[in-house]
């Protein structure tokens, strides 16, 4: 089984609809982000989240929100989804350690009509 | 701030030549991370390397090298013998010590022909 899993993989749907991605991970990381992605850009952070009691906004937070349920999961919402917000969206998590890098789920398509 | 620039938006190359990825970085802080991820047609982010700031040691792993030159603010990236199956876009990143958080370079799209 996948280390960090991703529901949906692909989602379309319309704009003002309320959207959430969801991202679960099975290596024990503490820390966890929400990337998105869009041709000629590369990856953009949405937020992060160092343990359950910590959210931060990243570069690209606006539009968004985000919930740390437990350790093993944290889900990215649209409140109010808006076509250019179609993009490709990773979940990524990373140990605590000086030796540890990030490590991505397999990403959601999301387009918004 | 930090930033990381690959000037190459797409390269192609014929089976078995040699290519190299550029990658140039910028950040104030002396410790810091360099990265390379690869990301296949399939979509999936494939982690490649890491190296930090204070081991300027090149390193070779089969047909692929990675040249840190902190002379120049430069990690570029190596394929040796390109194959069709190293077509893919590679992402080059950077994490300053103190923070997690990656600051990706736009990517550079290999095709590589038979």
């Known amino acids: 089984d996948a280390d960090v899993t991703q529901t949906p993989r692909n989602r379309i749907t319309k704009t003002g609809k309320r959207i959430m991605l969801e991202c679960s991970q099975t290596?024990?990381?503490?820390?966890m982000y929400w990337y998105r992605q869009d041709p000629g850009l590369g990856l953009r952070l949405i937020y992060y989240s160092f343990d359950v009691k910590d959210i931060n906004k990243g570069e690209i937070s606006d539009g968004y929100s985000v919930s740390r349920q437990a350790q093993a999961k944290f889900s990215l919402s649209l409140e109010s989804a808006i076509p250019n917000q179609t993009a490709l969206y990773f979940c990524?998590?990373?140990?605590?350690?000086?030796?540890?890098?990030?490590?991505f789920g397999p990403g959601t398509r999301l387009t918004v009509l | 701030a930090q930033k990381v620039t690959q000037a190459q938006t797409e390269i192609s190359v014929v089976e078995k030549e040699d290519v190299t990825l550029d990658c140039v970085y910028e950040t104030r802080d002396t410790t810091y991370y360099l990265f390379w991820y690869k990301q296949p047609p399939s979509g999936e982010l494939v982690f490649l390397i890491r190296?930090?700031?204070?081991?300027?040691q090149n390193e070779i792993s089969g047909r692929y090298s990675w040249n840190f030159q902190k002379s120049t603010s430069s990690f570029n990236f190596t394929i040796t013998a390109s194959q069709v199956v190293d077509s893919a876009v590679y992402f080059c990143?950077?994490?300053?010590?103190?923070?997690?958080?990656?600051?990706f370079g736009k990517g550079t799209m290999l095709l590589v022909s038979p």
């Open positions: 990524a998590t990373e140990g605590h350690g000086s030796t540890d890098t990030q490590y």
């Open positions: 290596k024990g990381h503490d820390r």
């Open positions: 990143a950077l994490s300053e010590a103190g923070y997690s958080t990656l600051t």
């Open positions: 190296r930090n700031s204070f081991d300027e």
